[in-house]
């Protein structure tokens, strides 16, 4: 699985790489090393976050609608 991590590495770099190839090998080494955290903060990204009280600060928007 070092080698997963490696290429991981490797590809975060690559700005050429979709995101969600990032996230899906993330989540493939945060299971094969048996980081359950991590695992569920990437299902949440990867899959959406179930209730909006989940839902980090960092991906809450404040703004003002202009017409």
């Not at 070092?2 to 050429?16: F, T, V």
């Not at 990437?42 to 003002?64: A, F, M, T």
């Amino acid at each position: 699985m070092a080698g997963l991590a490696e290429e991981l590495q490797r590809e975060a770099l690559n700005e050429s790489v979709h995101i969600m190839s990032l996230l899906n090998k993330a989540k493939a080494v945060s299971v094969s090393f048996k980081e359950l955290s991590f695992s569920a903060w990437l299902d949440q990204e990867i899959n959406g976050y179930k209730s909006v009280e989940d839902i980090p600060e960092y991906r809450k928007v404040v703004g003002s609608l202009v017409c």
